[in-house]
């Protein structure tokens, strides 16, 4: 017995090995190897890659961001200008302010005071029609069940 499961430990050795000759033959092992080197270098570049793709994202809102100061600061250039125009001062301190030159006359409108309806009651002032407030109900209620009460 112990001769004939040596003899197929043997046999079983020497299949394997003709297996492995078959398989080492031709082209797939070189196609194995190269999905291998492939798949471990998609591996190893991917955390790079994703830091590049975040960083060019950063990049983009960043350059919105001073395309949009930019556009803010030539405006700004523009009003710098217009207030550096004595005109244009002069008409800004009339409008605002209410300046007049000597000899001429400013005069200022006001609306007309107009009786406003009151929205609320005058304070200490209190409404027939009103019921009492929670706390005077509940005192109430509290002195009812007390002996000697309302």
């Known amino acids: 017995m112990v001769q004939r499961v040596a003899g197929r430990l043997v046999g079983a050795g020497a299949a394997a090995r003709a297996r492995l000759a078959r398989a080492g033959r031709g082209d797939r ?28 994202d950063r990049v983009d809102q960043l350059q919105a961001t001073v395309d949009a100061l930019d556009a803010a600061n030539a405006e700004l250039r523009g009003r710098v200008e217009d207030l ?24 200022a ?21 009103q019921d009492p407030a929670w706390f005077e109900r509940a005192r109430d209620v509290v002195t009812g069940w007390l002996p000697g009460g309302r």
């Open 29 to 56: 092992p070189l196609a194995l190897v190269l999905v291998g080197v492939f798949v471990l270098g998609g591996l190893v570049l991917a955390g790079p890659a994703q830091s590049y793709l975040d960083a060019r």
């Open 109 to 129: 409108l006001t609306p007309p005071e107009v009786e406003r309806p009151r929205i609320t009651a005058p304070p200490g002032a209190s409404r027939p029609d």
């Open 84 to 107: 550096n125009d004595p005109v244009r001062i002069e008409l800004i301190a009339r409008e605002q302010q209410g300046y007049a030159r000597p000899g001429e006359v400013a005069y």
